[in-house]
């Protein structure tokens, strides 16, 4: 099961609440072995749009990030069409639903399905 710093996962709730109700968008690493995330990428032209239109071009190469976290201001956490053909490129992809009164999270894998994750201190 993946592990994500418990404070990680507060700081990009914070983020993503600060952006609403625009879309937040950071990109993940650490260690792929453990299967623990660590650290958060963030790429500071790219968050606020609409993240599918994301030039790609932009984006790090970089081996160690593993995985990829965005916001759904609308409150739903299931991954849109463009979601999914994004997702592919990594190991693992948050989505953060928020609206006004809820922050909901599911984590998902490179083909979309559910992840289960566990929360680190
Ligand atoms: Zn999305």
Not at 36 to 53: A, F, H, M, Q, R
Not at 81 to 108: E, H, P, Q, S
């Amino acid at each position: 099961m993946w592990k994500i710093k418990k404070n990680l996962i507060e700081d990009v709730i914070q983020s993503a609440k600060n952006y609403y109700p625009k879309e937040f968008l950071c990109f993940l690493s650490g260690d792929k072995e453990a299967k623990e995330i660590n650290e958060i990428v963030l790429i500071p032209t790219l968050n606020g749009d609409d993240y599918s239109s994301v030039n790609t071009y932009n984006i790090p190469i970089d081996n160690t990030i593993l995985g990829s976290l965005h916001s759904h201001p609308n409150g739903s956490t299931f991954p849109s069409t463009a979601d999914k053909k994004f997702f592919k490129r990594y190991l693992i992809n948050v989505i953060i639903g928020l609206d006004t009164n809820n922050t909901i999270i599911n984590v998902f894998d490179d083909k979309s399905n559910k992840l289960d994750i566990e929360l680190i201190d």
